[in-house]
């Protein structure tokens, strides 16, 4: 573990000691409450505390929100969001932070300072060989962020794995100090196939996040308590680029892995690079 300060260090030490989940998930039931002055309250401070305002969204005022989840996975005004237009460009799946981007060296995917974690630990051993000279970014989507993922391109989905393990919270003091963190905190990993190859788009959730949802699937995390994995014909569940494909509820990670060793990242991106749904992250 590598202390960067005392602080970091307690932290951390409250990471793994905290019952993970059973705070998470009382976070959840709050987040969840249609009480008035419960939703209000919350949906109040926090947009106060993270500068949060409803230019870009559909709803026009806070007390339009149901619940404080509804208001954190708020839609976007139509046009609110640019989808790269170039037929040989990826748009970014998530508005946020890219934590990390670069090539899968042997099936090995970076994580900061020292630390790395296997494609068959982050994919549940899922179609590891695809990605294991490929690409890969993982785009941190900050509490102020707008939390619903949308596809980098078109895609028709073949499978769809829930992993329900840790919860650590995924921020930079985690990542520099948690070996393997999103390769062991509860995630969804969808598997595409795309027109340039296989694509994995890997939901990691987090300390609080009360759940993950996909448009085909809708609640995943917390219903189930184990792995479970599901199959789908190509012919069924067909997503066009810029098209929802899911949403955190409190936040987290997207891993993106693509098997086409021909795509290149755009050159403006690098890590802690600013990142908006939609606009173009990389090409072939």
Request: charged fraction near 25%; glycine fraction near 6%; charge should be neutral.
């Amino acid at each position: 573990m590598i202390m960067a300060s005392f602080k970091t260090f307690l932290f951390i030490i409250f990471q793994y000691l905290t019952p993970q989940h059973l705070i998470s998930r009382l976070v959840g039931k709050i987040a969840a409450s249609e009480v008035l002055w419960i939703k209000n309250t919350f949906i109040t401070k926090f947009a106060k505390k993270f500068g949060i305002t409803l230019d870009e969204y559909q709803a026009q005022s806070f007390d339009e929100f149901k619940s404080f989840n509804d208001f954190f996975t708020r839609a976007l005004k139509d046009g609110a969001r640019e989808i790269c237009q170039d037929d040989n460009g990826f748009a970014c799946p998530a508005d946020g932070a890219i934590s990390q981007l670069g090539d899968i060296k042997e099936g090995r995917i970076f994580q900061a300072k020292g630390f790395d974690f296997t494609c068959e630990e982050l994919l549940a051993g899922e179609n590891v060989e695809q990605y294991k000279n490929g690409k890969f970014a993982t785009v941190y989507l900050s509490p102020k962020d707008y939390h619903r993922m949308h596809m980098p391109c078109d895609g028709k989905l073949t499978s769809m794995t829930y992993i329900p393990v840790e919860l650590f919270s995924v921020n930079t003091a985690t990542s520099e100090n948690v070996p393997r963190l999103f390769a062991r905190n509860e995630r969804v990993v969808a598997l595409f196939d795309t027109p340039n190859g296989p694509m994995a788009m890997v939901l990691v959730g987090a300390m609080i996040v009360a759940s993950i949802e996909t448009v085909w699937a809708g609640q995943l995390a917390p219903v189930r308590k184990k792995v479970t994995h599901q199959k789908y014909p190509l012919e069924q569940i067909e997503l066009k680029k810029g098209k929802e494909m899911g949403r955190f509820l409190l936040g987290s990670t997207v891993v993106l892995l693509f098997g086409n060793d021909e795509i290149k990242w755009s050159e403006s991106l690098k890590a802690l690079s600013d990142v908006k749904m939609g606009e173009k992250i990389a090409q072939i």
